[in-house]
């Protein structure tokens, strides 16, 4: 690949191990693992050994994990089905203000449909207060759905706390782990949840490959009816070779983890001490332990962050300006609106997300042409000159 790839929360490389271990279900072993002949068996085995790759890597049983075609379809059947499930217990919905639209928008969804839907706010950091969950939780309440890291500002919330508290309530708890799931362990007993939603190509799996943790006793009203795949909860012809994608990319998540994640983390700091100290007026969103290892966002005060990621796209660096606000016309991104950033400030958003592929060499380069290139745009910038000559 050419340039330097620093948009990993956009989405990840597939790993050749990964490719390869997929390629042979495409055409050599087509069956369908709902057939009884031999075809159609070792497309079960490999849909079943997939099963148990991605349930060890969250530390669930294997038929605790039900395989969707993405993360966004994992969070809607989460939302939905299971406010469905229980609807006769109540009608009532807590999330917090900073959910991915995989979340936020089935529940504005059901908001229209005669529930009701308490947000939490979130602190400066990016971080649920536990309290503020247990708080909005009412009788009627049957779902809170708290995501378990932010893919913009990177934030990990205090989901087993959350866990402890809506056990005790008897509430169901959903956690978006799209944005963690791969990158960071996870352990579903360990936090609490009835389910857990996560994506493959955020951990260099292929793409069109996502799974729903359900813990077992578990009811969900299914998104896709039809056949009595993945024990009748969505039907649909599975997608053997994205699941034995999704399954190998699992594997090799965990087994890398603890060296990964030291790595990332690594050259995240590295990364973040160099715009730091290179250029004045940045803000360093997000939580400063709390966040997932090779996650940055900076907001660059003075600039536009569109500007900015041209200039760095000339530099060979590509980046992500996250939900950007750079014009009035669009909102500002619902998520540094919840963490307070003034409005002006957040024009200036950037994202930089790193990966396994990223190299210390690579950090350097962005440390050398960033603050060059800030420097450029606010040289174009009458607002920030009037503040240098305040200074
Ligand atoms: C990427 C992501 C999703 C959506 O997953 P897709 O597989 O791309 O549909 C949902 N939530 C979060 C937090 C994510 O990062």
């Known amino acids: 690949?050419?340039?330097?790839?620093?948009?990993?929360?956009?989405?990840?490389?597939?790993?050749?191990e990964i490719f390869d271990a997929m390629l042979p279900w495409f055409m050599e072993h087509f069956g369908n693992p709902l057939s009884l002949h031999k075809l159609g068996q070792e497309a079960l085995v490999a849909v079943e050994n997939a099963r148990s790759q991605v349930a060890a890597l969250v530390n669930s049983a294997p038929d605790e994990i039900i395989f969707t075609g993405t993360g966004?379809?994992?969070c809607n059947f989460a939302v939905k089905g299971l406010a469905q499930a229980y609807?006769?217990?109540g009608r009532h919905l807590v999330i917090s203000a900073i959910e991915h639209h995989a979340v936020f928008n089935p529940v504005k969804y059901l908001e229209k449909n005669g529930y009701e839907v308490t947000e939490v706010p979130v602190d400066a950091s990016g971080l649920v207060d536990p309290e503020d969950v247990a708080g909005a939780i009412r009788p009627d309440t049957v779902l809170v759905s708290v995501m378990l890291a932010n893919n913009e500002i990177g934030t990990i919330q205090p989901v087993a706390e959350i866990g402890a508290i809506t056990r005790q309530r008897g509430?169901?708890?959903?956690?978006?782990?799209?944005?963690?799931?791969?990158?960071?362990?996870?352990?579903?007993a360990a936090l609490g949840v009835d389910a857990l939603s996560l994506s493959g190509h955020k951990f260099n799996g292929?793409?069109?490959?996502?799974?729903?943790?359900?813990?077992?006793?578990?009811?969900?009203?299914?998104?896709?009816?039809?056949?009595?795949?993945?024990?009748?909860?969505?039907?649909g012809a599975d997608n053997v070779p994205a699941i034995v994608g999704l399954g190998k990319a699992a594997e090799l998540a965990a087994a890398g983890m603890s060296e990964r994640v030291s790595r990332i983390t690594a050259m995240r700091n590295r990364l973040v001490r160099g715009i730091l100290d290179n250029i004045d007026e940045v803000y360093y969103n997000g939580h400063a332990e709390a966040r997932l290892p090779g996650h940055v966002n900076v907001a660059v005060n003075f600039v536009e962050g569109e500007a900015l990621l041209l200039l760095l796209m000339h530099e060979g660096i590509m980046a992500s300006s996250g939900s950007?606000?750079?014009s009035k016309a669009l909102k500002a991104s619902h998520v540094l609106s919840a963490i307070g950033l003034p409005e002006q400030v957040c024009q200036g958003s950037l994202q930089l997300t790193l990966g396994a592929g990223n190299t210390i060499a690579?950090?350097?380069?962005?440390?050398e042409a960033l603050p060059r290139v800030v420097s450029r745009l606010r040289a174009m910038s009458p607002l920030y000159k009037k503040s240098a000559a305040k200074a």
């Not at 708890?173 to 996870?186: E, K, M, R, S």
């Not at 690579?362 to 440390?367: A, L, P, Q, T």
Request: aromatic fraction near 2%; charge should be positive; glycine fraction near 12%.
């Open 206 to 235: 292929p793409k069109g490959a996502g799974a729903l943790y359900l813990k077992k006793g578990t009811r969900i009203t299914p998104l896709i009816h039809g056949g009595v795949q993945e024990q009748g909860r969505r039907a």
């Open 87 to 89: 609807a006769k217990k």
């Open 171 to 188: 509430v169901l708890l959903h956690a978006d782990g799209c944005a963690a799931v791969g990158n960071i362990p996870v352990d579903v």
């Open 324 to 326: 950007t606000c750079t």
């Open 1 to 16: 690949m050419n340039g330097i790839y620093l948009d990993n929360m956009a989405t990840t490389q597939c790993r050749p």
């Open 72 to 74: 966004t379809e994992s």
């Open 362 to 367: 690579e950090m350097d380069k962005v440390i």
